[in-house]
């Protein structure tokens, strides 16, 4: 049996196994200002978010065998967006993300992060779905037979396959002291690590995780964004605003600025999520 789960819109737990959405907890966050202007969702509902996740997975394949694997680089500013230009810019040269049906993966193909990261995000456990290896390559999936998903293992694999620049998605305070130790193992390998899915962060887990980064989202955390607000060397955005911790992330979010043709207009009243948790 395919099962799958994932944390999205307002942090609601969504089950889906076979290919249909069989259970979906309540949002903690009732409003999202992405899926306000994107989908015109003014309250997040248990069956409002069954409903977007199904018409994930008849529209594009997610967690299942027709999953769209690549999409188009277009106008925007995430984690995502900002990782296809690096890659584009040859200024990292994988990314250690995840992916449904096949866990940690190294990614090298800037369409291949739009597609996976872009897509999908907060998958907290998936299972194989052996018809996704081929596109990705199985030497570049940590683990076929389980779908692990563990983020310091998968920048291992990348170090041993030669990378040298190598960007991870984290949203795991965990994950930061393995990271940490790697960099240190490795003082000839950069490791950039980009911080996602953080709401409901506690307010250690979030001094953690932004310590241990060079980028984050701020999504719904309270407590990432009192930190990020105070202690960012750059921010971009106002609904969810994204940081840069080092100077080599505020590199990143000026590259990615770059393309995009600058930063918008600010916003004197920008949308916020509603709570912020």
């Known amino acids: 049996m395919s099962e799958h789960i994932i944390e ?6 969504i089950t889906i196994r076979n290919g249909k959405v069989v259970e979906v907890t309540e949002p903690e966050v009732e409003y999202c200002p992405l899926f306000d202007h994107h989908r015109g969702i003014k309250k ?11 018409f994930r997975i008849d529209d594009f394949g997610m967690c299942t065998a027709n999953r769209q694997l690549r999409m188009k680089d277009f ?22 993300m995840v992916l449904e049906g096949c866990g940690t993966v190294i990614v090298r193909e800037p369409e291949l992060v739009q597609g996976i990261g872009g897509r999908v995000s907060g998958l907290v456990k998936t299972s194989p779905i052996p018809e996704l290896f081929d596109e990705i390559g199985e030497d570049n999936i940590l683990n076929t037979k389980t779908a692990e998903i563990n983020q310091g293992e998968g920048i291992k694999l990348a170090i041993e396959k030669g990378c040298k620049n190598i960007a991870v998605t984290v949203a795991l305070a965990s994950d930061i002291d393995k990271i940490n130790r790697l960099k240190d193992e490795n003082p000839d390998i950069n490791i950039y690590v980009f911080v996602v899915h953080t709401s409901k962060r506690t307010p250690e887990e979030a001094r953690k995780l932004f310590d241990g980064c060079d980028v984050a989202t701020a999504c719904a955390s309270k407590n990432i964004r009192d930190i990020g607000e105070k202690e960012s060397v750059k921010i971009v955005g106002q609904s969810i605003p994204i940081y840069a911790r080092t100077e080599a992330g505020k590199r990143f979010l000026e590259m ?4 995009i043709g600058g930063e918008k207009p600010k916003k004197e009243n920008p949308d916020l999520p509603y709570p912020l948790i």
């Open 256 to 259: 990615r600025l770059e393309k």
């Open 8 to 13: 999205a819109l307002g942090l609601s737990r």
């Open 44 to 54: 997040l509902t248990t069956d409002v978010v069954a409903k977007n996740i199904q």
């Open 75 to 96: 106008l925007n500013f995430g984690i995502s967006e900002i990782l296809c230009t690096l890659l584009e810019k040859e200024v990292i040269d994988s990314v250690v």
